[in-house]
């Protein structure tokens, strides 16, 4: 599995962007899909997560701003963000699990300006 993330940009505080995370191979509809995004000289976190069922998760930082959605059809994982914040900015990356399968995309540069 191959993961293309884009979307990302520059927007002013209260934007909205909208990253897409592109996946190759036949299996995407079975894995569960995860944005995770890492600040500068931060850890690596959880933003949002989607399950093959279409379950959702969401770090309590973001809930009621982001919205994860995924089309298996297109095969594409999406991270709706609205109302961003300048703590918002970060690297955002995409990452698929199926089993002990575990794949990143390349990530995303989202900077949000006060």
């Known amino acids: 599995v191959q993961l293309q993330a884009s979307g990302g940009g520059l927007v002013q505080t209260g934007g909205s962007l909208r990253l897409s995370c592109l996946a190759s191979?036949?299996?995407?509809?079975?894995?569960?899909m995860s944005w995770y995004r890492q600040a500068p000289g931060k850890q690596r976190e959880l933003v949002a997560a989607i399950t093959s069922a279409g379950r959702t998760n969401y770090a309590d930082s973001v809930k009621g701003r982001f919205t994860i959605s995924r089309d298996n059809a297109k095969k594409t994982v999406y991270l709706q963000m609205n109302s961003l914040k300048p703590e918002d900015t970060a690297v955002y990356y995409c990452?698929?699990?199926?089993?002990?399968?575990?794949?990143w995309g390349q990530g995303t540069l989202v900077t949000v300006s006060s």
């Open positions: 191979g036949s299996i995407f509809s079975t894995g569960d």
């Open positions: 990452n698929f699990k199926l089993a002990k399968y575990v794949y």
